[in-house]
């Protein structure tokens, strides 16, 4: 039996459980149990390779010990056990990040997951098909990282939950082209399920040579992430691509911390990341933010903090919605910051549908350099293949389309998808990078096309809620 067809016998599994409701749940449900797997499978190479290896999961909560046997216990005696010993115990393990590093991953997976199911029978069942899976086996390991990017597409479908998955083409380009090497410091802010995470691992095990290579990108390797969900997926997807103590992937909200309190050591080499957009944060969040760059919409607020962790020659990437380019007032301040304070030198705009279902806005994929300003901005128009008119779930977008960009990226020339725009020229139009193609479009002509209206129209009725919420507050607070 293929592993997809397990892993659709298993969600068949879960809908006959009257506790299980709906595509979020039953991911969570499924994702801890294939963590505790997923561990206890590189648990037995860790037996292997070190001595007197102990587990930081007590001897009877290990997924060996009453998981494995297809026999073993079931009915309401593994109900009571996974409710009251496996899930409390694992929820007050006392490790942390120093004393224990594996113990603390557990321990963060389980702080916010839960047993969704009511009927013990059917977790024996859901747990013999795991075990159908052998992790250590690399076919098998290779096999499921397929069926796991369908379980994060399944997110799409869950609520927001879309906001989780980022394309895997658009996530390989983008590492492609920032190009993380060993020994730089890596760090995605907002890390969802860890797509540009295992990505750059991907990229970065192609130039590993040695041993001393494989540790070094064990150790660069940083994520945050402030959902329960998305991050216990980014924890297991990276014991699936061998980050043997993801102890690096932070459950946090990355704008929480002010940026004052950053350190020189916390700076980082390379940041890519897809940040959450159109979406506003809560109340106090901007505080931490210096008063010219405070908002509560978080992509912005993720421009500011990225320009600010760069180290100085480090390389960024970021997947903005058109709003933020032509976006006035606190948006035009960030603008200024970041093409002041970076090489902002490539914007590759996106067509409509990429991020289809979750958004039809259009989107960019930002390019710099921290530590010298801009002078000119190279945009490239990314073009539909030939014969579609959008993207969907038959016709997702494929790594093949950017092949015309990455002969284009180091022998640069203008043509029908390409043109440069000088600092000037951005300065004297208040720094809106909203800038159309000129082989296409007449920019002397007011008349912008509907779609670009039409987000811009969005935009602003944003803007004009954001505005009428905080004069609510100062009315209600001088009554």
Not at 440 to 464: A, F
Request: net charge negative; proline share 5%; hydrophobic share 35%.
């Amino acid at each position: 039996m293929s592993i997809s067809t397990t892993i659709k016998t298993i969600q068949d599994i879960m809908r006959k459980d009257a506790g299980v409701d709906g595509d979020a749940q039953r991911i969570s449900q499924l994702v801890w149990m294939l963590f505790l797997k997923i561990f206890d499978d590189r648990e037995e190479e860790y037996e292997l390779m070190e001595d007197n290896y102990v587990s930081s999961i007590p001897e009877r909560l290990r997924w060996r010990n009453w998981a494995n046997n297809p026999e073993g216990i079931t009915g309401d005696e593994l109900l009571d056990f996974v409710n009251d010993d496996l899930f409390k115990t694992l929820k007050e393990l006392s490790f942390t990040n120093d004393s224990d590093p594996r113990g603390f991953v557990v321990r963060e997976v389980f702080e916010d997951s839960y047993n969704y199911m009511k009927n013990g029978t059917l977790i024996r069942q859901m747990a013999n098909k795991i075990n159908e899976i052998d992790f250590n086996a690399s076919e098998d390991r290779h096999l499921f990282g397929d069926v796991y990017e369908k379980i994060l597409k399944d997110l799409q479908n869950a609520g927001n939950a879309g906001e989780f998955y980022t394309p895997r083409a658009v996530t390989e380009f983008m590492v492609q082209m920032v190009n993380p090497k060993i020994g730089e410091k890596f760090l995605d802010p907002a890390c969802g399920t860890g797509g540009f995470l295992t990505s750059s691992i991907d990229h970065l095990r192609d130039k590993v040579e040695n041993v001393e290579d494989e540790q070094v990108l064990q150790n660069s390797i940083h994520g945050v992430e402030k959902k329960p969900l998305p991050h216990l997926l980014c924890i297991t997807n990276m014991l699936l691509h061998g980050i043997e103590v993801p102890s690096q992937i932070r459950r946090d909200n990355s704008l929480a911390r002010p940026l004052r309190d950053y350190k020189p050591a916390d700076k980082v080499d390379v940041i890519i990341t897809n940040p959450p957009f159109g979406g506003t944060e809560e109340d106090g969040i901007e505080s931490g933010f210096p008063t010219t760059y405070q908002t509560r919409e978080t992509a912005d607020l993720f421009l500011v903090l990225i320009t600010h962790l760069l180290k100085d020659g480090g390389r960024g990437a970021i997947v903005l919605p058109d709003g933020t380019l032509f976006g006035e007032g606190v948006k035009t301040r960030i603008k200024e910051k970041l093409l002041k304070e970076c090489n902002l030198h490539t914007i590759v705009r996106l067509p409509n549908g990429v991020f289809n279902p979750y958004t039809g806005i259009k989107t960019n994929l930002l390019f710099f350099t921290k530590g010298e300003p801009t002078k000119d901005i190279w945009y490239y128009e990314h073009p539909y293949p030939d014969g579609y008119k959008s993207y969907s779930k038959t016709k997702p977008m494929r790594i093949q389309e950017f092949d015309t960009e990455k002969a284009w990226w180091n022998k640069r020339e203008e043509h029908e998808l390409a043109w440069k725009v000088n600092i000037d020229d951005i300065k004297a139009n208040n720094y809106n990078l909203d800038i159309l193609n000129p082989k296409k479009h007449d920019n002397s002509n007011d008349t912008d096309p509907i779609d670009v209206l039409l987000s811009r129209l969005i935009n602003n009725n944003k803007q004009i809620e954001t505005l009428l919420e905080e004069l609510d507050k100062r009315l209600v607070f001088n009554e």
